[in-house]
């Protein structure tokens, strides 16, 4: 399984960006996908997941009501929309498959990597 993050940038303090992640090979329908980010410095974190169908979604605290991963398995595509964007939400984003059958928020137990999109907000 092969996975493409695009859609990173820069954006002001209260901007939006939305992210994709399209999927090749495998069977996207059937994988539960992430999004985590590393801020330069520290380590990679928890953003976002969504389960195989998409029906159950979990966030951070540090994103929760600000950000939205959704998934088109029609299209091999999660995205992450992001609003309210703030600095600290400066990192390098990447998105990640997990075959398990329970979604989960630990990075270790995802499968699949993609090579991460940059997003930088300035205040």
């Known amino acids: 399984v092969q996975l493409q993050a695009s859609g990173g940038g820069l954006a002001q303090a209260g901007g939006s960006l939305r992210l994709s992640c399209v999927a090749s090979?495998?069977?996207?329908?059937?994988?539960?996908m992430g999004w985590f980010r590393q801020a330069l410095g520290k380590e990679r974190e928890f953003v976002a997941l969504i389960s195989w169908r998409g029906g159950n979604a979990a966030y951070a605290d540090s994103v929760k009501g600000r950000f939205t991963i959704s998934k088109d398995n029609a299209k091999n595509t999660v995205y992450l929309q992001m609003n309210s964007l703030k600095p600290e939400d400066t990192a390098v984003y990447y998105c990640a498959a997990d075959r398990g059958i329970w979604t989960t928020t630990v990075l270790n137990e995802y499968d699949y990597w993609g090579q991460g999109t940059q997003v930088t907000v300035s205040s």
């Open positions: 090979g495998g069977t996207f329908s059937s994988y539960s």
